[in-house]
Structure formats: structure tokens, C-alpha cells
């Protein structure tokens, strides 16, 4: 478990670097952001953790949770949405919306209170 934290404390590191190389200040002020993001690592310890946080919702989340902006020690006022624009570029390549996650999840009996739905088991949920 210890070396699960320090990936992930040196993933957080990498986008912090890159954080302040675009919006100034201290690799430190934007660490709190980078590590939410990828919190749910310790949880789901491979690339499925990102369906968690790494969507348009997830950067909304990310705003009620810090606010709309941060001020970096440079006393800059920096948009906490372009923050986590940034973090999801840098993972994805571009922004996904929940909707893009979840329609490639495939429906259990389980996730119907166990009762299944005729012709759904081990289906994809269509969305579209």
C-alpha cells in the first residue's frame, strides 16, 4: 500500500509541475485539486478509477469541492476549471462526459436488485 501512495503521490506531482508551468505559483497550490482527482485510486487501483472524477461532472464536482477559483502564491486568481481541464487532458486526451463512461459499463443481475431484466445480463447499457 505504501508504494500505491507514493504513485500516486508522484502522478499528483507531474500534474502539478505542469500546473504551474501554466498558471504560475507553487507546485503545491494545485496539488490538493490533482489529488482529488485521483483519490479514488486508492480504491480502484487501476485506469477504472478515472470513471469516477475524470468527466465534465467530475470537473463541476471539483468546483463545489474548491471553488470556482484558486489563488496560486502569486496571488493569482486561477479558475479551478481550468485546473481540472488540465488534469483530465493530461490523462485522457480530452474531456469525456459521465454519459461516455457509463455507456460502456455492462448491466449485472446485480445491479437491478439481482432480479436481471430480460435480455440485459452482460449487455453494455445502450444510451444513446
Same mark, same amino acid.
Given at each position: 500500500?505504501?508504494?500505491?501512495?507514493?504513485?500516486?503521490?508522484?502522478?499528483?506531482?507531474?500534474? /502539478?509541475?505542469?500546473?504551474?508551468?501554466?498558471? @504560475? @505559483?507553487?507546485?503545491?497550490?494545485? *496539488?490538493?485539486? *490533482?489529488? #482529488?482527482?485521483?483519490?479514488?485510486? &486508492?480504491?480502484?487501483?487501476?485506469?477504472?478509477?478515472?470513471?469516477?472524477?475524470? *468527466?465534465?461532472?467530475?470537473?463541476?464536482? /471539483?468546483?463545489?469541492?474548491?471553488?470556482?477559483?484558486?489563488?496560486?502564491?502569486? @496571488?493569482?486568481?486561477?479558475?479551478?476549471?481550468?485546473?481540472?481541464?488540465?488534469?483530465?487532458?493530461?490523462?485522457? &486526451?480530452?474531456?469525456?462526459?459521465?454519459?461516455? #463512461?457509463?455507456?460502456?459499463?455492462?448491466?449485472?443481475? #446485480?445491479?437491478?436488485?439481482?432480479?436481471?431484466?430480460?435480455?440485459?445480463?452482460?449487455?453494455?447499457?445502450?444510451?444513446?
Amino acid at each position: 500500500m505504501k508504494i500505491q501512495k507514493l504513485r500516486l503521490a508522484l502522478k499528483a506531482f507531474n500534474h /502539478c509541475k505542469s500546473s504551474k508551468s501554466r498558471f @504560475g @505559483g507553487k507546485e503545491e497550490d494545485y *496539488h490538493a485539486i *490533482h489529488a #482529488w482527482f485521483d483519490e479514488s485510486k &486508492g480504491y480502484v487501483p487501476d485506469i477504472r478509477h478515472r470513471m469516477l472524477r475524470h *468527466h465534465s461532472q467530475g470537473i463541476e464536482e /471539483c468546483e463545489k469541492t474548491f471553488g470556482i477559483y484558486l489563488q496560486n502564491s502569486d @496571488g493569482k486568481k486561477v479558475p479551478v476549471k481550468s485546473i481540472a481541464e488540465q488534469h483530465i487532458l493530461e490523462d485522457l &486526451g480530452f474531456i469525456p462526459t459521465l454519459q461516455d #463512461w457509463i455507456s460502456n459499463i455492462y448491466i449485472k443481475s #446485480w445491479m437491478n436488485h439481482g432480479q436481471g431484466k430480460r435480455g440485459a445480463r452482460n449487455k453494455k447499457l445502450n444510451l444513446a
